[in-house]
């Protein structure tokens, strides 16, 4: 016994000396971090916010900034620091730096740079590789043949499919779900607006309408529906990437993560099959160009052939990209417009005014439309859906910037750093937006400053589907506003609460994948 326990007692002086090895080197690493960026301010954490651990935590001071950092803290940070680049330094698992960037001139420097200067961190990019490789999570060349096979499918003409089938998925709307209802509940305004933004990516993008009544029941050798499917595999990426593959039979919530995963596959394939099979000619959208780089028969002199795995991991990340986003905006849009009535009886008359005869609007009036347009962008202003973009210096530069007193300062930025475009600090920063917090869609009629409008990214790498969700955007809004006022659902548990308290309640909002409302109960009152 004694024996055994000096032995134990050994083992324990061992462990505690190679961990105290450790972490000292851990310490000495993140000190010579630190005067690598020449001490620039910022935050001193012992976990990386930008490993999935610890994305996982809620901000935690000196442990972890959290998921929800940039959005929970707007351009407070910067403000604090007279500066808008601060940096954030970590322990843990290595000594991790990154630098959060919320001034206009360093966003378009590195977004707009050539060479591969800033590239895409590729690892935090893993966890959307689950269905193969793709335009999102690939840089360099192999991201070039993507944007090359998808950019035709993004053109003008398609904008004009996306505006139809917009119209299309809104009257069916109209006069199925919602025929013969003066007043519409919805409990969660993502029950209505993530259907919407589905079935027009599927119309649009995939030449797959689905409609609201066939759109509830399981196809046979089905056991959830497509939609049902895809928002659970979208919800339990993560869940996904952390599970090993024997384990998730384990609880009931794995086992229907593991079931819509299998299920969302299948549907992917059966879609390529159908559209394989009709040889549909004239079809000039996303899946027609995909399925054509996957055939060996398209391929010019030189051409790499799009592998399958390539094909569905590029399908399933359309459907993300295009989908949750546009989704989540269209529900703070609708949230807005409720707390302020005001607001939207000014949108109503600017469309009255547009189509006096309320006749329905087609692609040629949305220029006109610039109050609708105006609405999206002012959701997409103060609730960016992707509130954080990631990039890294492949080498050592610096950036240099004005602080708050118009001083001229550099950062130094040693290869390998982090750099993170944070969306949210931009689109609340107060040089670039007089009275940031205030719902203005004003602000989006007369001039305004374009570099420091950033939802979808910029440069090379920003967002494809742009032009497509403005478009879709635009005919949503225009539509429901001409048909229906939107407010908030009255509630018993909250009579007593004032304005302010029930904006807090129903503008509540957590970024996981995208940003989203936490929970938004709405009415839709129809206009006599
Ligand atoms: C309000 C709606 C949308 C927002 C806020 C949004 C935002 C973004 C952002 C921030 C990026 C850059 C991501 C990164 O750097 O990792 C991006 C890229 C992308 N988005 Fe969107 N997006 C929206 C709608 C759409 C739609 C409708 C589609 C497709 C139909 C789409 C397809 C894509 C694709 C394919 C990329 C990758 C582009 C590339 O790397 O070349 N997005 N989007
Ligand atoms: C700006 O000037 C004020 C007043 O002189 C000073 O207190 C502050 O520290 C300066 N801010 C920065 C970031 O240098
Ligand atoms: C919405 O919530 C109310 C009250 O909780 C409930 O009675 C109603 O059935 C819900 N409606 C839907 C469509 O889920």
């Known amino acids: 016994m004694i024996v055994t326990g000096l032995s134990l007692q050994t083992l324990a002086i061992l462990v505690g000396s190679v961990s105290a090895l450790r972490a000292f080197k851990l310490f000495l690493d993140f000190r010579r971090l630190l005067a690598s960026i020449h001490h620039l301010p910022g935050y001193r954490t012992v976990l990386s916010s930008s490993t999935v651990l610890g994305n996982l935590f809620p901000p935690i001071p000196l442990f972890t900034l959290g998921h ?35 001034d206009v001139n360093v966003i378009k420097d590195i977004v707009w740079s050539r060479g591969g200067r800033f590239p895409k961190p590729l690892g935090q990019y893993t966890i959307l590789t689950f269905f193969g490789e793709n335009i999102v999570a690939s840089e360099g060349n192999e991201w ?17 499919l996306v505006w139809d089938a917009t119209i299309q998925i809104m009257l069916d709307l109209f006069d199925t779900m919602w025929a013969g209802q003066e007043e519409v509940v919805v409990n969660h305004s993502v029950d209505l607006t993530l259907p919407i933004a589905l079935f027009v990516i599927g119309a649009a993008g995939f030449g797959r309408p689905i409609s609201w009544k066939e759109d509830a029941v399981v196809p046979l050798g089905h056991q959830l529906t497509f939609k049902d499917a895809l928002h659970t595999v979208t919800q339990d990426l993560t869940l996904k990437f952390l599970v090993p593959r024997w384990a998730m039979g384990l609880t009931k919530r794995l086992r229907r993560a593991r079931l819509a995963f299998d299920e969302l596959h299948q549907y992917l394939k059966e879609m390529i099959h159908e559209r394989q099979e009709s040889q549909q000619e004239d079809n000039h959208d996303l899946l027609s160009s995909l399925l054509s780089a996957n055939d060996d028969e398209n391929l010019s002199k030189g051409e790499v052939k799009l592998s399958n795995s390539e094909l569905i991991g590029n399908i399933f990340i359309f459907l993300v990209a295009g989908h949750e986003t546009t989704a989540h905006t269209f529900s703070f849009a609708f949230a807005l417009l409720a707390l302020h009535p005001d607001k939207q009886e000014e949108m109503y008359q600017h469309i009255k005014r547009v189509l006096p005869d309320g006749r329905i609007p087609t692609y040629d009036d949305m220029q006109s439309l610039a109050y609708s347009s105006a ?40 290869k390998g750093l982090g750099l993170t475009l944070d969306i949210v600090g931009l689109h609340y920063n107060p040089k670039y937006w007089e009275d940031p917090f205030t719902f203005k869609p004003e602000r989006f009629l007369g001039d305004w400053n374009r570099d420091a409008f950033l939802p979808f990214s910029g440069g090379y790498r920003g967002c494809v589907g742009r032009k497509f969700s403005e478009t879709e955007g635009a005919a949503v809004l225009t539509l ?49």
């Open 68 to 102: 929800d950092h940039s959005w929970l803290s707007k351009h407070a940070p910067f403000a604090e620091r007279g500066l808008d680049v601060v940096s954030a330094a970590a322990y843990w698992p290595k000594a991790m730096g990154s630098l959060f960037i919320a």
């Open 144 to 160: 070039k043949r993507y944007r090359k096979i998808v950019a035709p499918a993004f053109s003008e003409r398609n904008n004009r």
């Open 375 to 414: 609405v999206f962008n002012e959701a997409l202003r103060m609730f960016p859906p992707v509130c954080t973009v990631p990039k890294t210096s492949a080498e050592d530069t610096t950036f240099t910037l004005t602080d708050v007193n118009g001083t001229m300062k550099t950062v130094v930025v040693p």
């Open 480 to 528: 429901l506003i001409s048909r229906y006022t939107i407010s908030i659902k009255d509630e018993p548990q909250f009579v007593g609460e004032t304005y302010e308290q029930r904006k807090a309640r129903v503008l509540d909002a957590q970024s996981i994948l995208t940003l989203a409302p936490t929970r938004l109960p709405l009415v839709f009152t129809r206009r006599t």
